[in-house]
């Protein structure tokens, strides 16, 4: 059964660095998400993106952030300098089409920032 | 705005028994989606189940059902012949569909369920 992969599993990173994290979607999925997850609070939406553009993003995905979809299968997020509250995990999420609603989820990344 | 409100922050229940757990949530719109999601020890987040908001008939799945309560926005989700392997966290989210909307999921504050021997 396909489903969503996302790496590294875990990334360690200093205050002020850039952070890449990945994802590979479903296959034929034509929407992404991407959710973050501190530890012990609930699941946040941050990025939806759709015919290689964003179309919904929430107030927490500020101008730090940034998606990309460089090459058809891949799904980035980046943090560009990142901050000790961007500690969280990280998810990716995919999506079959316009009439289908439910979201099929990666495993997630754990990001920390030290 | 959309809001989702699960009020039992942790349940049990004996294995082979059956255990609710409860979500209310808030919408403008009509048209949406509801979700329960399962979230294990090892953080991966599996779709349990979905109920859209224009079907009465509550959805099943194999031992998993929701009672859906529109007019009280009201989906909980029923546990039957618990296992084991039900440990777990539970989220409860909610999509708004059509129109505008991208289907961005909006979830609840997670109720931790753990099933005893």
């Known amino acids: 059964e396909p489903e969503v992969t996302q790496t590294p599993s875990h990334q360690v990173t200093q205050m002020g660095q850039e952070v890449i994290l990945r994802c590979v979607p479903i296959s034929n999925h034509l929407y992404f998400y991407w959710y973050r997850q501190i530890l012990g609070q609930k699941v946040e939406f941050l990025v939806s993106?759709?015919?290689?553009?964003?179309?919904?993003k929430s107030e927490i995905f500020d101008d730090q952030f940034s998606v990309e979809r460089p090459d058809g299968s891949n799904f980035t997020l980046k943090i560009r300098s990142t901050k000790l509250e961007d500690s969280a995990m990280y998810f990716c999420?995919?999506?079959?089409?316009?009439?289908?609603?439910?979201?099929?989820f990666g495993p997630g990344t754990r990001l920390t920032v030290t | 705005a959309q809001t989702v409100t699960q009020s039992q922050p942790e349940m049990s229940v004996q294995e082979a028994e059956t255990v609710t757990l409860s979500c209310t949530y808030d919408?403008?719109?009509?048209?949406?989606?509801l979700f329960w999601y399962k979230q294990p020890p090892s953080r991966q987040m599996i779709l349990v189940i979905r109920?859209?908001?224009?079907?009465?008939q509550n959805a099943t799945e194999n031992r998993f059902s929701v009672n859906f309560q529109k007019a009280a926005k009201s989906f909980s989700l029923k546990i039957s012949d618990s296992q084991l392997g039900d440990t777990a966290m539970y989220f409860c989210?909610?999509?708004?569909?059509?129109?505008?909307?991208?289907?961005?999921?909006?979830f609840g504050q997670g109720t931790i369920l753990t099933v005893h021997p």
């Open positions: 919408t403008s719109e009509n048209n949406y989606y």
């Open positions: 109920q859209e908001a224009y079907k009465q």
């Open positions: 993106f759709y015919n290689n553009e964003i179309s919904e």
């Open positions: 989210a909610l999509a708004n569909a059509g129109g505008t909307s991208y289907g961005k999921l909006t």
């Open positions: 999420a995919s999506r079959r089409s316009t009439e289908a609603y439910e979201q099929y």
